[in-house]
């Protein structure tokens, strides 16, 4: 078995969608037979790229002129899919990017565990909301997608604890505030096959962010650091403009993320 941080490089620099999330998918399998059986597989290193590979389409916009379209109507409703398979297939590369990109920090084998099985969810993620799209005649790349989706990682770059905090705490906790009004949309227009996946996916995000609490309070503690204020001193140094409620407090908790985290950030200081 080749090292972890190799296997993320390579499902970084695959392009195609549906050819990174079998890769994905074949690596998280290999890891979790060799934990399975008792062995500590290597992370070793990897030179992981600035950007992840991107096949030719869809082509990607500036968030302000990628078209809006009512979720009431039939394309609307495939817009809707489309945005959130544009988001599954960046969440697949966030994942393997994190385990790639921070090798020179000393973790716990328990955190690539995490990041593994994360990344995993993931690809299914992006599968299920293709075969939803093709079910309805459309495929992912059928249409333009935001341009942004990589910016978190790119500042991020070089900081493994703001990584941490504004992609599964922020980002993904916030897919845990709009999924519940996604899926209303799709059991209105009885589209029980999106209804089905996306509550798999709501059901599965929970764990993605607490993953992300998980480690970020780990790395707090081992450095002695207060995790309110280390939280919103990154989150206002990464991330662009301000949180937005509603928040899925419920969720949002269950997730190990206390609404004293993520309140105060609400206002511009």
């Excluded at 070793?44 to 916009?61: F, V």
């Excluded at 328990?110 to 099985?117: A, I, M, Q």
């Excluded at 929970?206 to 990154?234: I, M, T």
Aim: charge should be negative; proline fraction near 7%; charged fraction near 25%.
């Amino acid at each position: 078995m080749i090292a972890l941080a190799q296997m993320a490089e390579n499902v970084l620099r695959t392009a195609d969608g549906r050819e990174k999330t079998a890769l994905s998918h074949k690596y998280a399998a290999e890891w979790r037979a060799a934990r399975a059986a008792g062995e500590t597989p290597e992370i070793g290193t990897s030179n992981p790229p600035l950007r992840p590979a991107r096949p030719d389409k869809p082509e990607l916009l500036s968030p302000r002129d990628v078209p809006h379209r009512k979720p009431g109507s039939p394309e609307g409703r495939i817009a809707l899919l489309h945005a959130v398979a544009h988001i599954e297939l960046n969440a697949v590369d966030l994942h393997w990017d994190i385990i790639a990109r921070f090798t020179d920090v000393k973790m716990p084998m328990g955190f690539y565990d995490d990041w593994v099985s994360a990344a995993d969810d993931e690809s299914k993620h992006f599968n299920l909301m293709c075969d939803c799209l093709e079910a309805l005649g459309s495929h992912y790349g059928a249409l333009p997608a935001h341009a942004g989706m990589w910016r978190a990682a790119e500042d991020t770059v070089d900081d493994f604890m703001g990584r941490l905090a504004v992609v599964p705490m922020v980002l993904e906790a916030r897919g845990l505030d709009v999924t519940p009004n996604m899926i209303q949309v799709f059991k209105s227009a009885k589209a029980t096959q999106a209804v089905d996946a996306l509550e798999v996916i709501y059901a599965e995000e929970v764990a993605h962010v607490a993953y992300g609490s998980k480690w970020f309070h780990f790395l707090c503690g081992r450095h002695e650091l207060d995790p309110k204020e280390a939280f919103h001193d990154l989150v206002r140094t990464y991330f662009h403009g301000v949180l937005k409620p509603p928040f899925n407090e419920e969720k949002r908790a269950e997730a190990g993320i206390p609404p004293d985290f993520y309140w105060p950030l609400t206002e511009s200081v």
